[in-house]
């Protein structure tokens, strides 16, 4: 193999390695505040939006979900988020929150993912749904852009799994053993 190739090549792994998330086991998130729009809640028959924090993520454990906005980015983890429903999780001591990057959108369809996450906010109305217009979490936890992560954190707020990127099936299965032994 040529020596440019090989260092091309090595180059690129570098930079591919260089740009994973940053998301540690038996560490918390790195810190994110998302004020502009931020978490929707829908009380009364009316939607509104209150500014999310990470620093509220302790106290039960969770699976969050960061997805790009857009069709590809939740099919990618379409298989946990079946697992999910057909699990019946304890609502006081289990949450999914769902953080959606519409600044990471296929231009001029965010308010079509605003109003897609309205629907499922009265569906699931148990889940929290973050609305992320400026791709606050993405960066913090340098995910990649136009994806799918998937966070398992404990009651304390810590990582206990993280992956940026379509879960295999034994994945799949490992989150749901993780949520059964972190829930027993």
């Known amino acids: 193999m040529p020596v440019r ?3 091309f090549i090595l180059t690129f792994f570098a930079i591919s390695c260089a740009s994973a998330h940053n998301l540690v086991n ?19 028959a009316e939607f509104s939006y209150l500014p999310w924090n990470s620093a509220h993520l302790p106290g039960k454990v969770r699976v969050v979900l960061h997805l790009a906005g857009r069709m590809t980015a939740k099919e990618q983890n379409e ?7 057909g ?23 965010a308010m079509f ?3 897609s996450l309205k629907s499922s ?7 929290q749904f973050i609305i992320d217009d400026q791709g606050s979490a993405r960066k913090a ?28 099936p034994a994945e799949v299965r490992e989150v749901v053993a993780l949520l059964s032994s972190l829930l027993t």
């Open 141 to 168: 936890w340098q995910l990649k852009e136009e994806g799918s992560a998937v966070i398992v954190l404990d009651k304390e707020g810590k990582v206990r799994f993280a992956r940026d990127g379509a879960l295999s």
């Open 113 to 115: 993912v605003r109003a």
């Open 121 to 127: 906010k009265k569906e699931s109305p148990w889940t």
């Open 79 to 85: 298989p946990l988020t079946q697992a999910l429903a």
């Open 87 to 109: 699990l019946r999780l304890p609502a006081d001591r289990y949450q999914t929150t769902l953080i959606v990057n519409t600044d990471d959108a296929v231009p001029g369809s």
């Open 5 to 7: 190739l090989t260092l």
């Open 26 to 44: 038996g560490k918390p998130v790195p810190p994110v505040g998302i004020a502009a729009n931020g978490e929707l809640t829908y009380q009364q």
